[in-house]
């Protein structure tokens, strides 16, 4: 091939690329799942071997093994396949979210940065000189920018509603929008499509166990491996808790005593001073009136967490006990026929379970208190 051609050809493909229009690679479900599968079907098996261990080792031991470090590897496995299973659809999109809003806010804060150097920039043209022209059109191209990415916001999150519905949670875009607004909902997000991969698991282990009805070994091992499903979720709902608790109610706590100085502040001057001009003393009232309603935002934003964190206590608690229920079968087993009709049985606790898995989405009746929850998400992340 001639140089020119060569160049040619290079141009052209170069220019499709910049051209084509841009897309969002698709959700190979079916290579997800099996990926899911073949690595926690894996762990499990690891974890089960330490359970099955686990009664004849002694609770504590200077050296050697012990029921102590095997629940240390127990836990540590669980932790894993709850990495595992958790890739989902919807978790993509969740961090998709995420990753636009993250570009947006960058944007604003350039946006704002510039709309501060305009003010004393040039109006002519010089060397090495940003005009005020110029800061204009890189403010409008800016703004092009967020415009782009909020459309690009609002078809994840219509996505995000389709991938909900196949999971059989039903909402609508403004309760997704709330749902994304709270400093939960990334992890809510991600609990949905873990529930359904879970979902998916235990049913493929109900049809291995149809195939190999008199193999009693692959009957317990998979009966074994559906109460570490169980565990699984328990583990989960266990580290929504805890990120609740020791991450947000801190911040949110600070928050507040931090509302509450500059409210005791600014009554003080109020009170106090006599020599305010009449301007100044607006400023100070509605400086009291929005410290006054950003204090009640967040001790709604505290009650709606703590509503949360008990809805999701008592799910755990029902996770764990059906887990004690499923290991105590596990390690009694005896008939492989009563075996496969238990474990029908559990499946159709198990969907009761996940279809009460969800924490109740907020719903903002005015945009204030939506906007109010956003700032507090924001600085809660």
Request: hydrophobic content about 35%; overall charge negative; charged content about 30%.
């Amino acid at each position: 091939m001639k140089r020119k051609d060569f160049l040619l050809c290079g141009l052209l493909i170069l220019t499709f690329l910049v051209l084509r229009p841009s897309f969002a690679l698709s959700y190979d479900k079916d290579a997800v799942l099996a990926d899911i599968w073949n690595k926690s079907l894996a762990k499990f098996e690891q974890a089960l071997s330490l359970l099955d261990e686990m009664k004849d080792l002694p609770d504590k031991k200077f050296l050697g093994k012990d029921k102590e470090d095997n629940i240390k590897k127990f836990n540590k496995i669980i932790s894993d396949v709850l990495e595992i299973i958790s890739s989902s659809e919807a978790k993509e999109i969740r961090d998709n979210i995420i990753k636009l809003r993250t570009e947006k806010t960058s944007k604003e804060e350039k946006i704002r940065e510039y709309q501060q150097k305009r003010v004393v920039a040039s109006e002519e043209d010089g060397f090495l000189v940003t005009t005020k022209k110029e800061y204009d059109e890189k403010i409008q191209k800016l703004k092009s920018d967020i415009d782009e990415i909020n459309n690009m916001i609002a078809e994840e999150t219509n996505r995000l509603i389709a991938v909900l519905g196949e999971y059989g949670i039903h909402a609508s875009y403004e309760e997704i929008q709330g749902l994304l607004n709270t400093v939960t909902g990334y992890d809510i997000a991600v609990m949905y499509g873990t529930f359904n991969n879970i979902k998916i698991i235990t049913d493929k282990l109900v049809t291995l166990m149809e195939q190999s009805p008199n193999d009693m070994e692959a009957q317990k091992k998979y009966y074994g491996v559906y109460a570490l499903l169980l565990k699984t979720c328990a583990y989960m709902e266990a580290g929504f808790i805890d990120k609740v608790e020791t991450e947000y109610y801190p911040i949110l706590e600070d928050m507040h005593e931090q509302s509450q100085e500059l409210l005791t502040s600014a009554i003080k001057q109020l009170e106090s001073s006599a020599n305010l001009s009449v301007n100044q003393k607006q400023t100070l009232e509605q400086n009291i009136q929005s410290l006054h309603s950003h204090q009640d935002v967040i001790k709604r934003y505290h009650s709606y967490l703590k509503e949360q964190c008990e809805q999701v206590k008592q799910l755990q608690i029902k996770y764990e006990s059906a887990y004690d229920v499923a290991f105590n079968t596990y390690r009694t087993i005896s008939l492989s026929s009563d075996l496969l009709s238990m474990i029908r049985d559990s499946i159709k606790e198990l969907d009761i379970l996940i279809n009460l898995q969800v924490p109740e989405i907020i719903v903002f009746d005015n945009e204030n208190l939506e906007r109010e929850f956003k700032s507090i998400s924001e600085q809660l992340l």
